[in-house]
């Protein structure tokens, strides 16, 4: 089945170690979405690929940065990482249907010791 | 910043039609809402989205109202595994790209 895959699902680093978070799609969608979802909120976007073309929103910490080296794959690379980055990351895509929705991943839980 | 308010939690017998609210006064003219779930430790789920006609699938039934400014999300047949939070966006998918920005949703209990 086409579907969106995050590995792992369970990511444990250490304060200030850089963090890699992976996500590949077999849907073939241009667009590729990561958002931050801490515990008991909403899920929050840090930044969209559209094709190769990156979009950051304003308020995503330079901390966080993102690279899609194909259309199958995505990922989020924290620098270094902070007790308050630990939360679930969800990957998602589209197409650029209009409307179309989005289809998210289960999610990376990254805890930071 | 999330567009919509919600009621941040309501409760359903099983088998019962869940009717989860949904205010959008600000909505534009091309602004579609749209209705996703996330059941606890997954990722979210789509559910439906609508413009301004009533629309239905397999999961739901969304009404939006004439003036456009709330909608209702039905469940027709609610069951234990339709527990989860409940996100109401509003968003213009042209020129975002579908950008979603999540508010605080409506948790649904649904009891057996």
């Known amino acids: 089945d086409a579907m969106v895959i995050q590995n792992p699902r369970y990511q444990v680093t250490q304060f200030g170690k850089p963090v890699t978070l992976s996500c590949s799609q077999t849907l073939n969608h241009n667009v590729m979405y990561w958002y931050q979802q801490k515990s008991s909120q909403a899920p929050k976007l840090l930044f969209h690929?559209?094709?190769?073309?990156?979009?950051n929103e304003a308020d995503t910490p330079d901390n966080f940065q993102s690279r899609r080296p194909n259309t199958s794959f995505c990922f989020l690379d924290i620098r270094s990482p902070g007790l308050g980055d630990a939360a679930m990351y969800l990957c998602a895509t589209s197409t650029l249907q209009r409307p179309g929705p989005q289809y998210f991943g289960p999610g990376t839980r990254l805890l930071v010791l | 910043d999330a567009k919509t308010t919600q009621p941040p939690s309501m409760d359903c017998a099983e088998g019962r039609a869940a009717n989860l609210p949904c205010n959008h006064s600000t909505i534009s003219g091309n602004e579609y809402v749209y209705w996703y779930r996330q059941i606890h430790s997954q990722g979210p789920q789509y559910i439906i989205h609508?413009?301004?006609n009533n629309e239905t699938n397999e999961m739901a039934s969304l009404i939006i109202t004439e003036d456009r400014k709330s909608s209702t999300l039905i469940l027709p047949h609610a069951t234990l595994r339709d527990t989860a939070v409940y996100y109401c966006?509003?968003?213009?998918?042209?020129?975002?790209?579908?950008?979603?920005?999540f508010g605080r949703g409506t948790q649904l209990t649904v009891w057996p």
């Open positions: 966006i509003v968003t213009d998918r042209g020129s975002t790209l579908g950008r979603l920005y």
């Open positions: 609508g413009l301004k």
């Open positions: 690929y559209y094709d190769k073309d990156f979009n």
